[in-house]
């Protein structure tokens, strides 16, 4: 590790997803990078068990679409270089989605949206109708008998994903620390009570945090595709385990509380998958998610105060948005040069 007095570049307070991934490309720029913070690394919303990495419906494109494809497209070097640095496995594989058809209607929607993805996607994958018979054991119920299954659909164990990047940063010489003064260019990467701050520090609303509880569970279907119904995601990991979530719950007294609404995840991840029906429980989770107003991830200089930068409200996609939103904040912090998307700044919140 760095030494106290050693000189610092960048300071990055938080240890979350986008933390540690600005501070990974800022070190592999050759800035000297220390990361600060006091519940130390992936304790926050990205200490999570879900992890899906899903783009967004290939219509209406925008910056904000164009953004997350780049990003997502990023993602299988982006990791492979943070394992093979630090030797261990963020559990990504790009194993892509389920989904299913609820109708005809339905059916010509999802047809739609595949010559969509032909062309918005670049030819980098693919947004397909397919039969659910044709789609393995580990599908969904369809009451059509339709799925519609996309090839750009990852997914990453949150927990694995911060211990790698930890694991990198460390093996580069990084200095982690629970309290340090600040040092050279500050990146705030605070999560949901980071909002708040920005919030009343600018006398303004920014952003809020989003309590999300998903669940755990132990079946084998690590090459299988992951499965999103009715805003549930069911994501089958690497290590054996498949993980369901989540809720979204706007108020809460406890922030790491689980009570019934797991219970509800798991009813309903048992009608949509009846093979999880017989599945052991082995962990439950609670956490808060930032999301600035926009929905949008909240990327760019601290309004007034020079030298500072935020990084933050990656609500639901900021593993999807990392590898990207590293880089544009790395031009940004090092380089002064500012290649982040419209809607994604303080004037959209």
């Given at each position: 590790m760095a030494s106290a007095t050693?000189?610092?570049?960048?300071?990055?307070?938080?240890?979350?997803?986008?933390?540690?991934?600005?501070?990974?490309v800022c070190v592999?720029?050759?800035?000297?990078?220390?990361?600060?913070?006091?519940?130390?690394?992936g304790t926050g919303s990205s200490g999570g068990m879900v992890g899906a990495l899903a783009p967004h419906v290939p219509e209406n494109w925008n910056p904000k679409k164009a953004f997350q494809l780049e990003s997502l497209l990023m993602a299988e070097a982006f990791w492979a270089k943070v394992a093979a640095e630090?030797?261990?496995?963020?559990?990504?594989?790009?194993?892509?989605?389920?989904?299913?058809?609820?109708?005809e209607p339905a059916l010509d929607l999802a047809r739609r949206r595949g010559q969509g993805a032909d062309d918005l996607w670049q030819g980098q994958a693919a947004w397909?109708?397919?039969?659910?018979?044709?789609?393995?054991?580990?599908?969904?119920?369809?009451?059509?008998?339709?799925?519609?299954?996309?090839?750009?659909?990852?997914?990453?164990?949150?927990?694995r994903a911060c211990n790698a990047l930890v694991a990198a940063l460390t093996a580069r010489g990084v200095?982690?620390?629970?309290?340090?003064?600040?040092?050279?260019?500050?990146?705030?990467?605070?999560?949901w009570r980071g909002l708040h701050d920005l919030s009343d520090q600018l006398g303004r609303k920014i952003g809020d945090g989003v309590k999300g509880q998903s669940v755990l569970l132990r079946h084998a279907a690590s090459d299988a595709p992951q499965v999103f119904v009715g805003g549930l995601h069911?994501?089958?990991?690497?290590?054996?385990?498949?993980?369901?979530?989540?809720?979204?719950?706007?108020?809460?007294?406890?922030?790491?509380?689980?009570?019934?609404?797991?219970?509800?995840?798991?009813?309903?991840?048992?009608?949509?998958?009846?093979?999880?029906?017989?599945?052991?429980?082995?962990?439950?989770?609670?956490g808060v998610r930032p999301r600035a107003r926009s929905r949008a991830p909240l990327l760019g200089a601290w309004p007034g105060r020079d030298?500072?930068?935020?990084?933050?409200?990656?609500?639901?996609?900021?593993?999807?948005m990392a590898p990207k939103a590293a880089e544009?904040?790395?031009?940004?912090?090092?380089e002064g040069r500012d290649a982040i998307p419209d809607g994604f700044g303080f004037d959209a919140c």
């Open positions: 050693a000189k610092v570049d960048v300071t990055v307070r938080g240890a979350g997803i986008f933390g540690l991934s600005v501070a990974w592999l720029r050759g800035a000297s990078v220390r990361v600060v913070d006091p519940f130390g690394p630090g030797g261990v496995s963020a559990g990504y594989g790009r194993t892509g989605r389920l989904q299913p058809v609820a109708d397909d109708v397919i039969r659910v018979q044709d789609a393995g054991d580990f599908a969904p119920t369809s009451p059509s008998g339709w799925l519609i299954r996309d090839t750009l659909t990852a997914r990453m164990a949150p927990r200095e982690f620390c629970q309290v340090a003064p600040d040092a050279g260019a500050v990146v705030w990467a605070t999560g069911i994501i089958p990991h690497a290590d054996g385990t498949v993980a369901i979530g989540s809720t979204s719950e706007r108020e809460f007294e406890d922030p790491t509380s689980v009570d019934a609404q797991c219970d509800d995840l798991i009813t309903r991840a048992h009608e949509a998958m009846p093979i999880l029906r017989e599945a052991e429980e082995i962990g439950r989770w609670a030298g500072h930068f935020v990084a933050n409200g990656g609500f639901k996609i900021g593993f999807g544009v904040m790395a031009d940004l912090v090092l």
